[in-house]
C-alpha cells in the first residue's frame, strides 16, 4: 500500500478534497510511527508485531455504486434501524423521526449526503493520530461505518439498532462510526458488531467516535461478536459536553485477541458518564483493554465497572486510567474491576492508574479477581444442577450484576441473550 | 422394594480438614418418620448433614449411607439432591444476580430430570438454547406462586436475588419453598429454627407439617427443645462428640430441655454416663 494507491481509491469513491487531505495527513503519521514497542506502558501485554497488518488492503466498499435497500420488515420496538456491510445495507426508520433531522446511515452514503455535518466532526477528530500507528492507519483508509445524528432536543424513546456485518470476503476492515447527539437530544443506541469468520486471521482497526453535546443524554451499547479469528486494534472515544450524562456499555463477546482504547472525555462542568464493561474469554482468547476517563471540567462524574469471566487459556488485561488535571475541582470518580476466574489457566490482570493534580476531588478505584466461590457451587449443585450447570449459572449470575446496570427493557434483554449464546457455546 | 423407603446410615465416619468430627453415626429413617436430632454446639450435627449432601470439604473415612440400593455417599451432591435427597441449609447461600424463580426453575427442572441425561451431564450434547431443559414457565410460575403464597412470601421474591438482602426468616422460608418444589424424599433440616422469631418460627414449622407425609423422611437437626412444640418428631436422638449417646421418643426432648446436655455425656471410657441408658 502507497501513497499512490490511497489516491486512486480516493478517486474510485469520490472522496471530497478535505477528506483526501486529511487521510493523506494520517498516512504519512502512519508511515513515519514505528510499531509500538513492548517497553510502552500501554503495549506491555501485547505484542504490536504479531498484529496481521499483511491484511491491510483498500477494500472496495461499494465505491462508486451506492444504492440503499429499504427493509421491509424491520426489528419491533425500536425507532430506527440499520444494517450495514459491504455487500448490502437496509435501513428503515419511523417516518416522523426522519422529517425531525434524525439521521442513521451507512458511512458511504452519509459523505455523499450530509458531509456538511459530519467534516466539523471529522476535522476536529478526537482519534488523535498521534496516539499510535493503528490510529494513524485507521483515519488513512478507513471506510464503512455509520453515522447517527440526534438533531437538538429531540428525545427519542425507543432505541436505535445498528448491525454491522463483515463477510468471510473481507480480512480487513477499518469502519468509522461518527454518532453525533446534539443539545438535549436523548437517545438510547445499541450496535452488534458481527463477521463471519473466514480461513486465516482477519485484521480490524475501527474507529469510533461519540459526541454528546450540553445536557443530552445519551446511552450507547456496544455488543462485539465479531468471529474468533479476528485480531481488533481499535480506538473508541467519546466528548461528553456540559451536564450531558454518556451510558457507555460494551459488551466484549468475540474476536481472538484485542487491544481497545475507551476514551471518556468529560468536557463541560457537570458532565457525567458511566461506563459498564464486560468481557468474556474462552479458548486461547486475549482480551487488553485501555479505559480513560479524562476529566477536563468543575465538577463531573464517572463511574467505570468493568468485568470479566476468563474460562480455558483466556487472558485479559485491564487497565483503567482516571486522569483529573487541575482545574478539574469537585471531580467525583470510580473505578472498579472484577473477574471470574473459571479454570485454572484462565489469567486476569487489573492495572489501575489515577493520575490527580486538583484538590477537593472524590476518586476511588476497587479490583477484585477470583474463582468461583465453593460454597455458592455446592449450594446449587445441592439443588440437582449438574456441576456443568452450576458453574455457567453462577457465572451468568457475576454478569447480571452488570447487565442490571445497563437501561432496562428491551437493551438488557439483548444482553442476556447475547451472553447466554456465549456461555452455551 | 422395601429399601426405597428407608434411609440408612451406618458407621459414618467423617473428618473435616483431617479432624474426625463424626466417629461412627448410624441412623435409620423410614418413610413418613420425623427423627429430631439434637445436640449441643460443636457435636457434629452440622457436619451430618452437610457429608449426607456430598460438601467436599467433608470427607467420609468410613460408614454408608444406603437409600434406594445405593450408597449416596458415592455420588456427587447434584445426583444425590435428583435422587430425592434435600438439605434446608442452617446457612443458606447469597447469590446476587440469580434470581429466586430463575434458580428454582433450574432446580425444579433437575429434580424432575429435564435438566440432566439418565448419566448425570447437563443435556443435551451441542449448544442448548436458555430455556430449552427447563419447565414450561406458566406451569412453573403457577406451582410457585402457589408454594410461595402457602409459606407467606410476597410474589415480589421471584425476582429478587437469592437470598439477597433477605432476612433470616426470610431465608429459612426459601430454604422450606425449595423443599415443597423438590418434593424430596429425605429431607435433612439444619437448624431451621435457629434466628427466627416465634412467628417465622411458626410459618416455617407450617410448612414443614404440610410437607411431611408417609412419602417423606425427615431429620430435624436442632439445638433447643422449641422446635419439636411445633414439630412433633416420633423419635429423638442426641448427638454428642460425633456419636449418638441416646435414642428414644418424644420425651427425650422433653428431658433434654429439663437437664440440658452435660448429664448425657459419655464418660471418659468411652461409655455412657450412668443414667443415660435406662434399665
Redesign the interface.
Known amino acids: 500500500m502507497d501513497r499512490h494507491e490511497i489516491e486512486a481509491w480516493m478517486d474510485r469513491r469520490r472522496e471530497p478534497e478535505w477528506l483526501r487531505r486529511l487521510r493523506l495527513e494520517a498516512f504519512e503519521a502512519y508511515e513515519r510511527t514505528p510499531l509500538p514497542a513492548l517497553q510502552e506502558e500501554e503495549w506491555r501485554r501485547t505484542d504490536a508485531r504479531r498484529i496481521p497488518l499483511g491484511r491491510v488492503v483498500l477494500n472496495g466498499f461499494r465505491d462508486g455504486a451506492l444504492h440503499e435497500e429499504h427493509t421491509s420488515g424491520h426489528p419491533a420496538g425500536v425507532a430506527a434501524y440499520l444494517e450495514s456491510g459491504p455487500r448490502r445495507t437496509g435501513a428503515w426508520m419511523e417516518t416522523a423521526y426522519s422529517k425531525r433531522g434524525l439521521i442513521l446511515t451507512d458511512m458511504e452514503l452519509a459523505l455523499r449526503e450530509h458531509a456538511d455535518l459530519m467534516r466539523p466532526h471529522l476535522e476536529g477528530s478526537a482519534l488523535s493520530l498521534e496516539r499510535d500507528k493503528f490510529a494513524a492507519l485507521h483515519a488513512a483508509v478507513w471506510h464503512g461505518g455509520w453515522f447517527l445524528r440526534v438533531p437538538e432536543g429531540e428525545r427519542i424513546e425507543q432505541p436505535i439498532w445498528v448491525r454491522s456485518w463483515l463477510p468471510r470476503s473481507h480480512r480487513f476492515a477499518g469502519p468509522r462510526t461518527l454518532i453525533v447527539a446534539e443539545r438535549r437530544s436523548r437517545v438510547i443506541v445499541i450496535e452488534e458488531r458481527e463477521s463471519e469468520p473466514g480461513a486465516d486471521a482477519a485484521f480490524h482497526c475501527p474507529g469510533v467516535e461519540i459526541v454528546c453535546g450540553e445536557s443530552a443524554e445519551v446511552v450507547v451499547v456496544t455488543i462485539d461478536r465479531r468471529g474468533d479469528d479476528v485480531w481488533d486494534v481499535s480506538h473508541e472515544r467519546a466528548r461528553v459536553g456540559a451536564s450531558a450524562s454518556l451510558t457507555w456499555i460494551v459488551l466484549h463477546l468475540g474476536t481472538l485477541a484485542r487491544k481497545t482504547f475507551l476514551e471518556t472525555s468529560l468536557e463541560g462542568a457537570g458532565a457525567e458518564a458511566r461506563m459498564v464493561g464486560l468481557s468474556l474469554l474462552d479458548g486461547v482468547r486475549q482480551s487488553d483493554v485501555v479505559s480513560t476517563f479524562h476529566h477536563g471540567a468543575p465538577r463531573t462524574r464517572g463511574d467505570i465497572v468493568f468485568g470479566g469471566v476468563s474460562r480455558d487459556r483466556g487472558r485479559s488485561v485491564y487497565r483503567g486510567r482516571i486522569v483529573v488535571p487541575r482545574h478539574a475541582r469537585g471531580t467525583d470518580s470510580h473505578l472498579t474491576h472484577r473477574v471470574l476466574l473459571m479454570s485454572p489457566d484462565a489469567r486476569a490482570e487489573s492495572i489501575p492508574i489515577l493520575e490527580i493534580e486538583a484538590n477537593d476531588v472524590k476518586c476511588k478505584h476497587a479490583a477484585s479477581q477470583g474463582a468461583i466461590d465453593p460454597d455458592q457451587l455446592f449450594y446449587l449443585m445441592s439443588r440437582g444442577l449438574p456441576r456443568v450447570e452450576a458453574e455457567r449459572t453462577l457465572a451468568l449470575a457475576f454478569v447480571e450484576d452488570l447487565i442490571g446496570r445497563a437501561p432496562a427493557g428491551w437493551v438488557q434483554e439483548r444482553l442476556r441473550e447475547r451472553v447466554a449464546e456465549r456461555f452455551n457455546r | 422394594m422395601a429399601m426405597d423407603n428407608t434411609f440408612e446410615i451406618r458407621d459414618l465416619r467423617v473428618s473435616v480438614e483431617g479432624k474426625e468430627i463424626l466417629k461412627g453415626v448410624s441412623l435409620t429413617i423410614r418413610k413418613g418418620e420425623i427423627h429430631a436430632l439434637m445436640g449441643p454446639n460443636g457435636s457434629g450435627k452440622s457436619t451430618l448433614s452437610m457429608a449426607l449432601?456430598?460438601?467436599?470439604?467433608y470427607s467420609v473415612t468410613n460408614g454408608t449411607a444406603l437409600y434406594k440400593g445405593l450408597d449416596v455417599l458415592g455420588l456427587?451432591?447434584?445426583e444425590?439432591?435428583?435422587q430425592g435427597l434435600f438439605?434446608a441449609?442452617q446457612y443458606?447461600?447469597t447469590?446476587?444476580?440469580?434470581t429466586v424463580s430463575s434458580?428454582l426453575r433450574?432446580?425444579v427442572s433437575?429434580?424432575r430430570g429435564l435438566?440432566?441425561r439418565a448419566n448425570?451431564?447437563?443435556r443435551p450434547d451441542g449448544?442448548?438454547?436458555?430455556g430449552q431443559d427447563l419447565l414450561p414457565v406458566k406451569e412453573f410460575l403457577r406451582e410457585l406462586k402457589e408454594k410461595m403464597a402457602a409459606l407467606k412470601l410476597d410474589s415480589s421474591f421471584m425476582s429478587r436475588?437469592l437470598n439477597d438482602g433477605f432476612s433470616g426468616g426470610e431465608k429459612k422460608r426459601v430454604e422450606i419453598l425449595?423443599m415443597a418444589l423438590?418434593n424430596p424424599e429425605f429431607a435433612i433440616l439444619d437448624e431451621t429454627d435457629s434466628g427466627l422469631d416465634i412467628d417465622a418460627l411458626k410459618v416455617v414449622a407450617e410448612g414443614v407439617n404440610r410437607l411431611t407425609g408417609p412419602n417423606m423422611g425427615v431429620l430435624l437437626i436442632t439445638h433447643y427443645q422449641r422446635l419439636l412444640d411445633y414439630i412433633k418428631p416420633h423419635v429423638v436422638h442426641v448427638l454428642m462428640d460425633g456419636r449418638i449417646v441416646r435414642t428414644g421418643g418424644p420425651e427425650l426432648a422433653r428431658e433434654l430441655e429439663a437437664q440440658g446436655y452435660e448429664g448425657f455425656r459419655p464418660s471418659a471410657d468411652g461409655g455412657e454416663a450412668t443414667h443415660a441408658t435406662p434399665a
Open positions: 449432601m456430598g460438601h467436599p470439604l456427587p451432591p447434584d444425590r439432591a435428583r438439605l441449609f443458606p447461600q447469590i446476587p444476580g440469580l434458580f433450574m432446580a433437575a429434580r435438566l440432566v448425570g451431564d447437563a449448544p442448548r438454547r436458555p436475588h425449595q423438590l
